[in-house]
C-alpha cells in the first residue's frame, strides 16, 4: 500500500520526495487520491454517472422523443456541460433511445365545394411575425371504440398550436371550431395567410367566406404535394411518433385527453424544437416579443 504510506507521510514530507523514495509516480498517487474522494471511482466515472441522471430525466420529459444531438442541445441550454459524443455513448450504453418513428396518413378529403385557391406560402415556413401564417390540417387517431379526428392551425412563426378541435366525425363543423379557437385566442390584426391542403373542410363556401370576410388571404397546397405544408404534417409525425403509435385509448373520451395534455403542456409549452433554437413555441414566442420590445424605433 505504497499510496496509503505516501498519503499518511504528507505532512512529514513533500510528496515528490516520498514517491522518489518508494519508486512510485506522482501522477499514479494524485489519480489513487482522487479515486478516494469519489468512493472509487474515478471523476469521469462520476461524471457520467450524474451526466446519465440528466439525459434521462430529459429523455422522459420529452417523452423519449429527442435523439443524441437534440439531447445535447437541450442539456447545453440548461448549463448542463457535455459533450455530444459523450451523451450518445452514454445513450448507447444504456439503450436509451428515440422512439421511431412510424408512416402515417392525414385524413385528406377532395371533394371540392369551391375551385382550389393559388398557393401563396410556396413552401416559405419561415415566417418573421406571428399571426402572420396560419398552416391547418386533419388527422385522425385510433382509439378501441372508433377514430377520433384532429384538426389543428398552427402559427408559422413560432410552431405554436393556436387552435384545434377534436371529433368523431371528420366535418365542415370540424375545423371551424379550430378556426374560431384560433381566432378567440390569437385576435389576428390585417396580413394573416390561411394555408391548408384542398381537403372538402377547407375548400367549403362557409369556410372560405368565414376567412374572407375577416380579411385573412386563402393560400393552399398543390393537389398531392404534402411538402407544401410540410411544417403542420410534421407536427402530425411528432404527434404520433410521441403519443398516439404508442398508445392504445380505450375510447375517444381517453384519447381527446391525453392529446390536450399533448398539445398544450408538452408540444407548445416544453418540446424543444430544433427550427426554433431548441426550445419551446411558447418560449420563443415570448423571446421574440421580448426582441420587439427593445427594438429601437425605425428612424425613417
Known sequence: MKYAFIEAETGNHAVARLCRVMAASRSGYYGWRRQGQYGGESRRAVDDRRLLGHIQEIHKKSR?????????RVLALQGVAGGKHRIARLRRAHGIEAQRKRRFRNAVTHQLNQPPAENLLRRRFRVALANRVWASDITYVPTRAGWLYLAVLLDLHSRRVVGWAMANRITLELTQAALEMALEQRRPGPGLMHHSD??????????????????????????GNPYDNAVVESFFSNLKNELTHHRSFIDQSQARSEIFNYIEIFYNRQRA??????????AYEERSNRAQLNCPPNPG
Open 64 to 72: 423519449r422523443a429527442y435523439g443524441a444531438l437534440k439531447t445535447w
Open 198 to 223: 384542398q381537403g372538402s373542410q377547407y375548400t367549403a363556401k362557409d369556410y372560405r367566406d368565414r376567412l374572407e370576410k375577416l380579411g385573412i388571404t386563402v393560400s393552399m397546397s398543390r393537389k
Open 273 to 282: 424544437h430544433a427550427a426554433l433554437q431548441y426550445i419551446s413555441p411558447v
